[in-house]
């Protein structure tokens, strides 16, 4: 199971009441469900009666062989946004993008390890809208049909992880195996959570990835055989990729005057100077007694 979203899929159906609708065949022009998302899948659809001033909006799930759609829950609605009690007639069953999708800053729905958000993938020549256009390779990644677009990951819980799977099934992805760095030039892969299936170009082939708190701020999705085919991705994270440059000052939990930052290894810690040495609110250090020799790891005045 996947959140699937995808244009042109309409339909008609002759169901009535508040049930699993049946989906019939496919408007001229448009894709079935079965086709455009796939059976097991979820997507947000729309129905809306030919003839009656009923409609309904929301977020659904097809069976097995998408020819069934499950109202899951309701966005909007003709009745008080909740489930429409359709009256007989036809309706039109479409896939949509509901208005609270777009109106919320960045909103983006759970992917689990069992139902990720399926990003599917294909490789075609890049053109101006590249940013990398005129270095590296001559093909560019393609994102839901948007060339190689900047993303943004949503995940900070590491007991739920949010998943994306870059499907990567269609043949044009042959040789072309999408992978995670640190960096554009792809100097250092990033495989934390990262997962792979099949060769791409063929069936069931993709590349997961599973988004926590962790999960570095910056990464590259690039191609592991050629260069600057991708783009990157920013999510929300406790990692800093790359050096932390502050135009401000840097403040601790607590930032009592006389305390130094000191290096134990795996962190800096505050350290109260004690003693026969005093550190005054400008940084000058005061020493009374005897010095004993040892290593400084680091220190800086902590104000």
Do not use: W
């Amino acid at each position: 199971m996947a959140f699937i979203l995808n244009d042109r899929v309409k339909v008609t159906s002759t169901t009535a009441g508040t049930g699993v609708f049946a989906l019939g065949g496919a408007t001229a022009g448009f894709e079935t469900f079965a086709t455009g998302i796939g059976g097991s899948n979820t997507t947000y659809y729309a129905i809306a009666h030919q003839s009656a001033a009923e409609f309904e909006v929301g977020f659904g799930t097809l069976d097995a062989d998408g020819d069934a759609l499950t109202r899951t829950y309701i966005i909007n609605s003709s009745n008080s946004d909740a489930a429409v009690n359709f009256s007989s007639g036809t309706k039109d069953v479409f896939c949509t993008m509901p208005a609270s999708k777009v109106g919320l800053p960045f909103p983006q729905e759970y992917g689990s390890s069992s139902a990720p958000k399926v990003i599917t993938v294909k490789v075609a020549s890049k053109s101006g809208s590249h940013p990398y256009q005129g270095q590296g390779s001559g093909s560019a990644y393609y994102l839901d049909g948007l060339e190689s677009p900047a993303l943004r990951f949503a995940g900070v819980d590491s007991s739920y992880k949010y998943y994306y799977r870059f499907d990567q099934s269609d043949s044009t992805n042959s040789s072309h195996p999408l992978r995670f760095y640190l960096d554009a030039a792809k100097n250092n892969a990033y495989t934390t959570g990262v997962t792979t299936n099949g060769t791409a170009g063929s069936s069931g082939a993709y590349t997961q990835i599973a988004v926590d708190a962790n999960t570095p701020n910056i990464l590259y999705y690039q191609c592991s055989s050629h260069s600057l085919m991708g783009n990157h991705a920013v999510t929300v994270s406790n990692l800093i990729n790359g050096d932390l440059t502050l135009n401000s000052k840097l403040k601790m939990p607590d930032n009592t005057s006389g305390k130094i930052l000191v290096g134990d290894g795996t962190s800096y810690e505050e350290v109260a100077i004690s003693g026969d040495a005093s550190l005054a609110s400008n940084g000058a250090l005061t020493i009374t007694g005897g010095v004993t020799q040892g290593f400084v790891i680091a220190m800086s005045v902590a104000l």
